[in-house]
């Protein structure tokens, strides 16, 4: 967080406070996150895409982030972010304690991050010691690199621009500069064109959704008959996770061992465990082109249970359709 006096420097450009002054050494820049930009929705909509991919990514190794400015600047996160993204294994200390062990750590995650993005350090517009310091946009750059990297489908807010203030200090004092900073990019038309059928599916086609969900129905019937199982309710029937998975398993070819998971879940926990263990299969097989929550499945959102279901329907009924071609949209 910026120093309180800050703020007074923001309101009161002419006079600087001397806390401020005295974290800049002499011919250092550092730039400023006005209130007014961090209370930018669109600024705060991208947090907290950003923040739900994370916690969703890192779910089965129960790591929660909550503050993308205050839980990353040591590296352990962006370790195990980086790790299950790119399946590279990083020589460093799982547990780094010291702040020079923590920024040895973040200097190996960011060396190999770069090499994956194919950055150079001089032309990144992140660094260690920005990082390291908990400047945010330096952190949320990274971030969207490495989610339009692993993640293209994610639906990052489009055109996000902040207004940041740049402090120099030198031999005369504080010199400050007024710029904007561009976190994503424009949208396009093709960006338009990729949007998530389902989010456009519940807007403008809610008299469809029942239409596709009888079909849905019909076709994960067909497929657990043989295990003597059927669905009446796609909303409430997936939430723990079970029949999810012995779905997966008839469609897929996969035997899963009972240890694997819970047949009879008791606990919020327990489905938890049977969802997450269903997405990462799908994922695993390249189904899963949009990112889902998996509490959002066992909390019966609708829509994200249809959008799994869905990804299943695409490959294992639509390429039995006449013309052996699978139809990309459920209109």
Same mark, same amino acid.
């Given at each position: 967080?910026?120093?309180?006096?800050?703020?007074?420097?923001?309101?009161?450009?002419?006079?600087?406070?001397?806390?401020?002054?005295?974290?800049?050494?002499?011919?250092?820049?550092?730039?400023?996150?006005?209130?007014?930009?961090?209370?930018?929705?669109?600024?705060?909509?991208?947090?907290?895409?950003?923040?739900?991919?994370?916690?969703?990514?890192?779910?089965?190794?129960?790591?929660?982030?909550?503050?993308?400015?205050?839980?990353?600047?040591?590296?352990?996160? *962006?370790?195990?972010? =980086? %790790?299950?993204?790119?399946? $590279?294994?990083?020589? !460093?200390?799982?547990?780094? #304690? &010291?702040?020079? @062990?923590?920024?040895?750590?973040?200097?190996?995650?960011?060396?190999?991050?770069?090499?994956?993005?194919?950055?150079?350090?001089?032309?990144?517009?992140?660094?260690?010691?920005?990082?390291?310091?908990?400047?945010?946009?330096?952190?949320?750059?990274?971030?969207?690199? *490495?989610?339009?990297? =692993? %993640?293209?489908?994610?639906? $990052?807010?489009?055109? !996000?621009?902040?207004?940041? #203030? &740049?402090?120099? @200090?030198?031999?005369?004092?504080?010199?400050?500069?007024?710029?904007?900073?561009?976190?994503?990019?424009?949208?396009?038309?093709?960006?338009?064109?990729?949007?998530?059928?389902?989010?456009?599916?519940?807007?403008?086609?809610?008299?469809?959704?029942?239409?596709?969900?009888?079909?849905?129905?019909?076709?994960?019937?067909?497929? $657990?008959?043989?295990?003597?199982?059927?669905?009446?309710?796609?909303?409430?029937?997936?939430?723990?996770?079970?029949?999810?998975?012995?779905?997966?398993?008839?469609?897929?070819?996969?035997?899963?061992?009972?240890?694997?998971?819970?047949?009879?879940?008791?606990?919020?926990?327990?489905?938890?465990?049977?969802?997450?263990?269903?997405?990462?299969?799908?994922?695993?097989?390249?189904?899963?082109?949009?990112?889902?929550?998996?509490?959002?499945?066992?909390?019966?959102?609708?829509?994200?249970?249809?959008?799994?279901?869905?990804?299943?329907?695409?490959?294992?009924?639509?390429?039995?359709?006449?013309?052996?071609?699978?139809?990309?949209?459920?209109?």
């Amino acid at each position: 967080m910026e120093p309180e006096s800050f703020y007074n420097l923001l309101q009161l450009p002419r006079k600087v406070d001397p806390p401020v002054a005295e974290t800049l050494a002499q011919g250092e820049k550092r730039k400023y996150l006005p209130p007014n930009s961090r209370k930018d929705p669109k600024f705060e909509e991208l947090q907290k895409v950003l923040m739900e991919w994370i916690n969703a990514e890192l779910l089965p190794e129960h790591i929660v982030v909550r503050s993308l400015e205050e839980d990353l600047f040591d590296g352990l996160i *962006l370790h195990h972010l =980086f %790790q299950k993204l790119s399946g $590279l294994k990083l020589n !460093v200390e799982e547990i780094a #304690l &010291t702040s020079a @062990s923590q920024r040895r750590k973040l200097t190996v995650v960011l060396e190999a991050a770069n090499k994956s993005l194919q950055v150079e350090e001089p032309q990144a517009k992140w660094s260690v010691e920005s990082i390291f310091s908990k400047d945010l946009l330096a952190t949320l750059h990274l971030l969207v690199a *490495l989610a339009k990297r =692993f %993640q293209p489908s994610l639906p $990052l807010p489009a055109d !996000v621009q902040v207004e940041v #203030l &740049t402090m120099e @200090s030198t031999k005369s004092g504080l010199k400050s500069e007024k710029s904007v900073e561009q976190l994503t990019e424009g949208s396009t038309d093709t960006d338009q064109a990729s949007k998530d059928i389902f989010d456009e599916l519940f807007k403008l086609a809610p008299e469809k959704v029942n239409a596709l969900k009888e079909t849905i129905v019909n076709f994960v019937n067909q497929n $657990l008959d043989r295990l003597g199982l059927s669905v009446q309710n796609l909303d409430t029937q997936f939430a723990d996770g079970v029949i999810l998975l012995l779905l997966i398993g008839q469609l897929e070819g996969f035997f899963l061992h009972l240890k694997d998971f819970y047949l009879t879940p008791n606990s919020p926990a327990e489905m938890l465990h049977n969802v997450t263990l269903a997405l990462e299969l799908l994922k695993d097989e390249g189904l899963l082109k949009y990112p889902v929550s998996p509490e959002d499945i066992v909390n019966k959102d609708a829509k994200s249970t249809l959008r799994v279901l869905y990804s299943l329907f695409c490959k294992h009924k639509l390429k039995e359709s006449a013309d052996g071609g699978p139809r990309g949209s459920p209109h």
